[in-house]
């Protein structure tokens, strides 16, 4: 099967898992799907992912989520902001606030895959990838 949108695809496992409080996640892994956890980790989204190999010489990312210690969710929301078939590009004049600040839009700048508020401290504006609340 062939599958044109594979981070929006990460997300919505993210948050199928998160809904069911799942503790762990298995995601097909990339490059850009890594790229895209580790600003989650980085920002306390998630606890961690690691990459497990397997024996067909393909890797799977396996997540695990975070929740709190009244097993409530960390990730409230996930929305996907550009798509194959509509890329949201943005300057770093217009780069968007999440709910005030309370959470994050995850951008593809041309120094790497960074949150909004690094995006506006390094001055870059790009790809808005998605929101994480």
Not at 1 to 18: K, Q, Y
């Amino acid at each position: 099967m062939v599958m044109t949108d594979p981070i929006a695809d990460m997300l919505t496992r993210i948050r199928n898992a998160n809904k069911m409080r799942h503790q762990t996640v298995d995601i097909p892994a990339s490059k850009a799907k890594k790229d895209v956890l580790t600003v989650l980790v980085n920002e306390g989204f998630i606890a961690s992912f690691d990459e497990v190999k397997l024996e067909n010489n393909q890797s799977v990312l396996k997540v695990t989520l975070k929740y709190t210690d009244t097993k409530e969710r960390v990730i409230k929301g996930l929305k996907r902001v550009s798509k194959p078939g509509l890329r949201v590009q943005t300057s770093v004049e217009k780069l968007p606030k999440v709910l005030n600040g309370m959470g994050i839009a995850i951008i593809s700048t041309s120094k790497g895959l960074v949150t909004d508020a690094k995006a506006r401290e390094l001055g870059v504006g790009g790809e808005v990838v998605a929101y994480v609340w």
